[in-house]
Nanobody, 124 residues
Framework: QVQLEESGGGLVQAGGSLGLSCTAS????????MAWIRQAPGKEREFVAA????????GYADSVKGRFTISRDRTGTTVYLQMISLKPEDTATYYC?????????????????WGEGTQVTVSS
């Protein structure tokens, strides 16, 4: 089992920046990917960014490329999402997710573990 705990989030004006972090505990050696997924009110969950737990490769949704950066600390237990140039359409609950499985594409990763989510609100 893996436990995920997010922190960060909050309210920011459009054009501003915000950072999220997710700390993993438990059987982290079993993980293949960690990712950020978001869900806006009335919408389905949307892939935002992912990082390969071992190799460190990263992938992003087109909507956030160039604005969001996913990274991992050297201990390998915390994943970050740095967000700049935020837009009102980035407003959502952001979930940290982890997967034990490989995937052919970033957007089709199947997640085994989820955090409780943290709210990001971008005002116009």
């Amino acid at each position: 089992q893996v436990q995920l705990e997010e922190s960060g989030g909050g309210l920011v004006q459009a054009g501003g920046s915000l950072g999220l972090s997710c700390t993993a505990s438990g059987r982290t050696d079993s993980l293949h990917y960690m990712a950020w997924i978001r869900q806006a009110p009335g919408k389905e969950r949307e892939f935002v960014a992912a990082i390969n737990w071992n190799a460190g490769g990263t992938g992003y949704a087109d909507s956030v490329k160039g604005r969001f950066t996913i990274s991992r600390d050297r201990t390998g237990t915390t994943v970050y999402l740095q967000m700049i140039s935020l837009k009102p359409e980035d407003t959502a609950t952001y979930y940290c997710a982890a997967s034990r499985w490989s995937s052919k594409s970033w957007s089709t990763i199947q997640y085994d573990y989820w955090g409780e989510g943290t709210q990001v609100t971008v005002s116009s």
